[in-house]
């Protein structure tokens, strides 16, 4: 779960402004860096467009704003709409606690800027216009506590790196240095080794390099699922694993049907108390479970790292989620893969997925696999989610003839074959 901005101790004034801007939660780049930048730390914070990089540093900038006590804090921003943006997201923090926050860009007049920035306790710019203000000695940086290089890359990458750095050893050296980036480059380390004390480095990333995440994906009988899913970790032996289910209930049942089967497997969802959680994950990146089973809902609140294999049980319904779960994995410059398996009642949903150009999933043929039996862990039942899951019968279309040596001939008629894989038998 994300943290509520109460819990990062926010001050009254910014939570009720923030609150009235619908914001509840707090972002994982901004639950990261809030904190550390309170505390004083130098920090570099990378994540993508629109995970709320503003916020996680103008919030704690905020809070250390005092009244009339000239420009505290100098915010570099590579464009002017950029400084408009930000300096209005500031603006509107600050609506219970008002600091005087001054845009400054090129192309508008000079001389109002210069009359405004004598009141100026905050100000966002860009690099040419706050050099133009430093070379016309109108713009006062000594008492400059914070400086934050908002979208750095970007900066440098309109060839602001000299500018940026001239700007920089202008201000005092006892002050606490920002880098919010989505990527991060060589012009930001090196800026970071020469201008930053002991940073603090959080990334947060969602979304992952194609070339070391492999996505595949299995057509299958609804029947074949589970034991394709079984067949498939026993082979690749994951060294962390998670299994994607659709429900809650779904989560425990192929849990409960990998324990059977010998495989340590833990169901991760929503029921859980935040403390058994914790310890789940505790275990998982301790190397004690290799195998979890979660839930969307469950699975996007948890600090999980270096999986190795991500298994869509069933398939998201939208592309978002779909990069969600395999967001998961192929971090830090490892390699992972994303195995996604497909039968029916998945079509609907893989199709909403593969609408998303980006999204490259390698057909596999399904291996030779051993077809074992899945309890679904209930009373058999009429209706229900059972069917259309687990419980169908007389399927034959998506069935691919993988046969179980032991099925032999059978296996490639869905209807003739014994009720395996829907039998609740307990
Ligand atoms: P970034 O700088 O990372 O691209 P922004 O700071 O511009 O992202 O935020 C993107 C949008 O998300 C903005 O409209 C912002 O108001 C909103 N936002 C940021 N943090 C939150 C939050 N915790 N809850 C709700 N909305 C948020
Ligand atoms: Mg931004």
Redesign the pocket.
């Known amino acids: 779960m994300s943290k509520k901005f109460e819990e990062l101790n926010i001050t009254p004034e910014l939570l009720r402004a923030i609150k009235e801007?619908?914001?509840?939660?707090?972002?994982p780049?901004?639950e990261q860096t809030i904190p550390l930048i309170k505390a004083g730390k130098d920090v570099i914070g990378q994540?993508?467009?629109?995970?709320?990089?503003?916020?996680a540093f103008g919030l704690p900038m905020l809070e250390k704003i005092e009244r009339g006590k000239g420009i505290q804090a100098l915010i570099l921003v590579p464009t002017r709409e950029l400084a408009e943006q930000v300096s209005k997201?500031l603006i509107k923090f600050s609506k219970y606690s008002l600091r005087h926050i001054l845009p400054v860009y090129g192309g508008v007049g000079i001389e109002r800027q210069i009359n405004e920035l004598r009141r100026a306790e905050i100000v966002v710019g860009t690099p040419g216009r706050i050099l133009d203000h430093i070379e016309r000695r109108t713009i006062d940086f000594s008492k400059i506590k914070i400086l934050i290089l908002d979208e750095a890359d970007k900066m440098f990458e309109m060839g602001f790196s000299d500018d940026v750095r001239d700007i920089i050893r202008q201000t005092p050296q006892f002050r606490q240095t920002l880098l919010f980036s989505a990527t991060i480059s060589t012009d930001v380390i090196d800026i970071s080794d020469r201008y930053m004390k002991e940073p603090e480095v959080i990334r947060v990333e969602v979304y992952v390099e194609k070339s070391m995440l492999k996505q595949s994906y299995y057509n299958v009988s609804t029947r074949d699922k589970f034991s394709l899913l079984v067949h498939l970790i026993q082979n690749d032996k994951p060294k962390l694993a998670i299994i994607f289910c659709a429900t809650r209930q779904r989560v425990d049942i192929v849990a409960k049907n990998l324990e059977r089967q010998g495989i340590n497997a833990e169901p991760i969802h929503g029921g859980l108390t935040q403390s058994r959680r914790n310890k789940i994950m505790e275990e998982f990146h301790a190397g004690k479970i290799h195998v979890l089973v979660a839930s969307d809902v469950a699975a996007r609140g948890l600090d999980i790292k270096n999986v190795t294999h991500i298994f869509n049980y069933d398939i998201p319904k939208t592309d978002k989620e779909y990069l969600h779960r395999i967001g998961r994995t192929a971090r830090a410059g490892e390699t992972g893969k994303a195995i996604s398996l497909l039968a029916e009642q998945d079509y609907d949903n893989f199709r909403s997925v593969q609408r998303n150009r980006d999204i490259d999933i390698e057909k596999l043929e399904a291996p030779q696999f051993q077809r074992l039996p899945f309890d679904l862990g209930r009373r058999p039942s009429f209706g229900g989610e059972s069917r259309g899951f687990h419980g169908h019968r007389g399927l034959s279309s998506g069935f691919r003839g993988h046969s179980d040596s032991r099925q032999g001939s059978h296996s490639r008629f869905g209807g003739s074959r014994p009720r395996q894989g829907s039998w609740s038998r307990r």
């Open positions: 801007m619908g914001y509840e939660e707090a972002t780049i901004q994540s993508g467009t629109g995970s709320g990089k503003t916020a997201e």
